[in-house]
């Protein structure tokens, strides 16, 4: 991978836009950095915006940035909904938003993270490196919301997210570093890279060996 390569994280939270950034591949800012998601939930907004042609504000007011509930925090990576919750909780698609407020200002953050997310996946001359890094174990720091496990099938919808883009630029490829392996490896594509890593008790413990994995592949 070269320099002139994009960086974009697909999921699952906050640990693949901050291992990026630790290695100084994080140049723009894209819809999935700062977020609780899950494959299935990137994957259909990859194909909203790209398959259907989706005008991306309506997009993001009505499918990606969902005020359905609000979450709290119960620990590492466990929200439940509450009134009272600071978190917002896009509830038809299992995502969550920690650091943001729902606002105009915000919408319209994401809207620009989009619109420069489907420009650079058009660019087809722009080499693209997506990054997916799984939750840290089924123990602690699994996603749950409400005690429900988000993170389901994650082979099959990276196969399609690998599909989808790659319909649009073939300069496209996927790295999936995986703590958790309790899917059948031989349906993943062998188009996509997979990392094998130990699972952790908790997201940042999951940073030092991604680091060394990622800081081989530069």
């Known amino acids: 991978m070269k320099s002139n390569t994009l960086y974009i994280p697909l999921g699952v939270q906050c640990l693949t836009p901050t291992v990026l950034k630790n290695n100084n591949l994080r140049t723009n800012s894209y819809p999935f950095d700062w977020i609780l998601?899950?494959?299935?939930?990137?994957?259909?907004?990859?194909?909203?915006?790209?398959?259907?042609?989706?005008?991306?504000?309506?997009?993001?007011?009505?499918?990606?940035?969902?005020?359905?509930?609000?979450?709290?925090?119960?620990?590492?990576?466990?929200?439940?909904?509450?009134?009272?919750?600071?978190?917002?909780?896009n509830q038809l698609y299992?995502?969550?938003?920690?650091?943001?407020?729902?606002?105009?200002?915000?919408?319209?953050?994401?809207?620009?993270?989009?619109?420069?997310?489907?420009k650079d996946i058009l660019n087809t001359s722009q080499k693209i490196q997506f990054i997916y890094i799984s939750q840290s174990?089924?123990?602690?720091?699994?996603?749950?919301?409400?005690?429900?496990?988000?993170?389901?099938?994650?082979?099959?919808?990276?196969?399609?997210?690998?599909?989808?883009?790659?319909?649009?630029?073939?300069?496209?490829?996927?790295?999936?570093?995986?703590?958790?392996?309790n899917e059948n490896i031989n349906i993943l594509s062998k188009e996509i890279n997979i990392q094998k890593i130990s699972a952790k008790n908790s997201w940042g413990g999951l940073a030092d060996e991604v680091n060394k994995i990622l800081s081989k592949h530069i």
């Open 94 to 118: 299992n995502a969550v938003f920690p650091h943001d407020h729902y606002n105009e200002e915000t919408i319209n953050k994401y809207i620009r993270r989009f619109e420069r997310l489907k």
């Open 37 to 89: 998601s899950n494959p299935y939930f990137i994957y259909k907004m990859l194909y909203l915006l790209l398959e259907d042609g989706m005008d991306i504000n309506k997009i993001v007011r009505e499918h990606f940035f969902r005020n359905d509930k609000k979450c709290w925090y119960d620990r590492a990576e466990h929200y439940t909904f509450r009134k009272n919750g600071a978190a917002i909780c």
């Open 137 to 181: 174990s089924l123990n602690s720091g699994n996603f749950t919301i409400n005690g429900k496990e988000v993170v389901q099938n994650v082979y099959e919808n990276m196969n399609n997210i690998n599909t989808l883009v790659k319909k649009y630029n073939k300069n496209t490829n996927i790295m999936l570093f995986d703590s958790i392996q």
